[in-house]
């Protein structure tokens, strides 16, 4: 079960294999390597805005659009969605005690569609942004690559519904008979969470794509308002998967950080029956907002006001977890370790991110945010603050299981120090230049606008900073998995015996507990 | 205090942060939907890549719209091809413009000088230099 990258295999054996270890492997490296991918895009563009009017690096619009569509799709459907598949493809089978995934070449199929539909992303390049909305996307939007990016993510939906069947199935009907349901650790939870939000939210998105693609081949008129359509329609079917989708995007995270806390804090978790709470109201709660990314649409008071509470209702449940993080480590004998460095981190920046949330779905407040770089900077502090950070601290726990070898504490700390820093200054500074008006999706900005100005810098300065961060993580990663010292295999974070690892279990008796 | 008691009172401030949240944006978004009677109508219509005024005087503008100082205007805005959102930030008038609907929005300048006008939805090459200003006038008479 562990060691899998130190067994002397050929690699087309890893890749054909349905082993869930394997695809798991499979899942996080193509993962990361899409991360860095959209990072150099990210990158590009910030370097870009540091200089206004000059058309520095993305010499035209039209690439800069497709830049951030590339980016913004890559971190979301070849990252977020892969990465956390990963992690759960290794961890859910152990954590209910069943020896694969139920059912693993649907799983193994579910992986190989990813390539496949980053490919079309990648090689079509649209510029339609990753909301895609209509009817820019109808009308307007150059062919062939629109139509290759609707391809595309056609094929990563419906290879994340598959993978989310399979995780629905494994964890309710594979679980091992003496292991109740509510005794499940809380990143299987978490998963099993995001698996039935996907299977109820994903199909709206997959029914608008084919709407958008026969609007597009001019055979149905459903977003187009020339012949009798409608854009909102359009927005409310993207928002009713999307804003769901955040929460699919967020709970693996926070599933990871209940794997790291109380073991790092050495003492046993505040509450599972909060956590269970928490994962449950949010999956639910996550279907009751999708209308406050549509204020400004010409919604109508009382509607905006049913968004907001629904809005509104999902921030205690986020508490409780932000809670209960706390309340386990309060008191623990915590070993800050690079995989508790970067949870804690998380947490610190996830409850910044939901604060500026509150704000967002406040009505008078939203209109003075939407749609400029305060949005920006709000969903990037939740996708880097908290869910990269969590992923992050992931693979490095990870990291000794899989490779026998420990990584440089050295350079971790370098990639923490650095990926904190950056993102703090990139995405704080965003949400002022949000105040200061400054529209998201621009690909230039008058230099006489100094404020703009000096605050683009800033950030990119941030961003760059944060890029450089991950180089050492790049380092590290390869260097240690090839010359890193030998891990302990019993204990390899120096935790004291007592506390048990998943990946150590090797017959199916074993206890879930701490 | 047991461990459920402090998690329940954690949970309760939380709840009561965001309940005057709410009720504070309710009171406020009411108040600053409501269009005063005496509101002058511009129609406002964007498209790829300007904006056009049209006042109640049947006076087109490009670009640039003037207005004076003190009076209260409403807007009816529409789009020609794909959405497009029109934005003073100064004054914090936003509102969509969506092909086949029309919105509104309404403000009242009480400065008197140049301000800018943007589109704050993704429209395409042009986007970023959608681009105008709005010119208040001191009321003459």
């Given at each position: 079960m562990v060691l899998e990258l130190r067994k002397p295999r050929p690699v087309w054996q890893i890749m054909f294999s349905t082993h869930h270890t394997d695809v798991a492997l499979l899942y996080t490296i193509t993962g990361v390597a899409f991360l860095f991918m959209a990072g150099v895009l990210a990158l590009m563009i910030r370097t870009h805005l540091f200089f206004p009017g000059q058309g520095v690096l993305i010499p035209d619009p039209a690439t800069f659009n497709r830049i951030f569509t590339v980016h913004g799709l890559t971190m979301l459907f070849l990252f977020a969605l892969p990465f956390a598949a990963g992690i759960g493809n290794y961890l859910v089978p152990i954590m209910v005690r069943y020896k694969d995934m139920a059912y693993p070449k649907l799983n193994a199929v579910a992986f190989w569609m990813n390539p496949v539909g980053g490919a079309l992303l990648w090689l079509g390049f649209s510029d339609t942004s990753w909301v895609s909305y209509a009817p820019y996307s109808v009308i307007r939007a150059p062919g062939p690559a629109a139509d290759m990016m609707i391809f595309g993510l056609k094929i990563l939906g419906i290879s994340s519904i598959l993978s989310s069947i399979n995780f629905v199935v494994t964890i309710l009907k594979c679980k091992h008979p003496d292991l109740p349901l509510r005794q499940v650790p809380l990143f299987a939870w978490s998963i099993l969470t995001v698996s039935l939000m996907t299977l109820v939210a994903m199909p709206t998105y997959a029914a608008s794509l084919i709407m958008l693609l026969t609007d597009r081949l001019g055979v149905s008129g459903f977003f187009n308002p020339s012949i009798g359509g409608d854009p909102i329609a359009y927005l409310h079917l993207f928002w009713f998967t999307f804003h769901p989708e955040v929460y699919i995007f967020l709970l693996p995270a926070i599933g990871m950080m209940y794997?790291?806390?109380?073991?790092?804090?050495?003492?046993?978790?505040?509450?599972?029956?909060?956590?269970?709470?928490?994962?449950?109201?949010?999956g639910l709660i996550g279907f009751a907002s999708w209308g406050h990314h549509m204020y400004s649409t010409g919604m109508d008071f009382t509607t905006k006001v049913v968004f907001m509470i629904g809005t509104l209702a999902a921030v205690p449940a986020s508490g409780m977890h932000v809670f209960n993080f706390l309340a386990t480590m309060w008191g623990g004998r915590i070993r800050f370790a690079a995989p508790m460095k970067f949870a804690v981190g998380g947490i610190a920046l996830f409850f910044s991110a939901g604060a500026g949330g509150v704000l967002n779905s406040a009505m008078p407040l939203d209109f003075i945010t939407h749609g400029t770089y305060w949005v920006v900077g709000h969903m990037h502090l939740f996708l880097t603050g908290t869910i990269a950070f969590g992923f992050v601290a992931m693979m490095y726990y990870m990291f000794p299981f899989i490779t026998g070898r420990m990584?440089?504490?050295?350079?971790?700390?370098?990639?923490?120090?650095?990926?904190?820093?950056?993102?703090?200054?990139?995405?704080?500074?965003?949400?002022?230049?949000?105040?200061?008006?400054?529209?998201?999706?621009?690909?230039?900005y008058p230099a006489e606008y100094t404020s703009w100005v000096q605050l683009n810098q800033i950030a990119t300065v941030g961003a760059w900073i944060l890029g450089g961060s991950f180089v050492f993580f790049l380092a590290n990663l390869i260097y240690s998995a090839a010359k890193g010292k030998e891990a302990n295999m019993d204990d390899p974070f120096g935790l004291g015996g007592k506390y048990y690892y998943p990946y150590q279990a090797k017959n199916p008796t074993h206890h879930t507990g701490y | 205090m047991g461990h459920d008691t402090v998690e329940w009172v954690f949970v309760a401030i939380v709840i009561a942060i965001l309940v005057y949240v709410g009720v504070d944006s309710w009171i406020v978004q009411k108040a600053v939907e409501e269009i005063p009677a005496d509101a002058e109508t511009i129609k406002v219509t964007g498209q790829q890549w300007f904006w056009s005024f049209e006042h109640e005087d049947g006076?087109?503008?490009?670009?640039?719209?003037?207005?004076?100082?003190?009076?209260?205007?409403?807007?009816?805005?529409?789009?020609?091809?794909?959405?497009?959102?029109?934005?003073?930030?100064?004054?914090?008038?936003?509102?969509?413009?969506?092909?086949?609907?029309?919105?509104?929005?309404?403000?009242?300048?009480?400065?008197?000088?140049?301000?800018?006008?943007?589109?704050?939805?993704?429209?395409?090459?042009?986007?970023?230099q959608m681009r105008g200003t709005l010119v208040v006038e001191e009321n003459k008479s």
């Open positions: 794997e790291l806390i109380p073991r790092f804090s050495r003492k046993p978790l505040f509450s599972q029956a909060s956590g269970v709470f928490a994962f449950v109201m949010l990584y440089s504490e050295k350079l971790a700390n370098i990639h923490f120090i650095g990926m904190m820093w950056g993102t703090v200054q990139v995405f704080f500074t965003q949400h002022l230049l949000g105040l200061e008006g400054m529209a998201r999706r621009i690909y230039d | 006076t087109q503008e490009k670009i640039e719209l003037h207005l004076i100082k003190g009076h209260a205007y409403k807007f009816e805005i529409y789009a020609k091809d794909v959405m497009h959102s029109f934005n003073i930030p100064d004054y914090v008038v936003f509102e969509d413009a969506v092909p086949g609907h029309v919105n509104h929005a309404w403000f009242s300048p009480d400065q008197a000088g140049k301000f800018p006008i943007q589109c704050r939805e993704y429209c395409g090459i042009g986007h970023y």
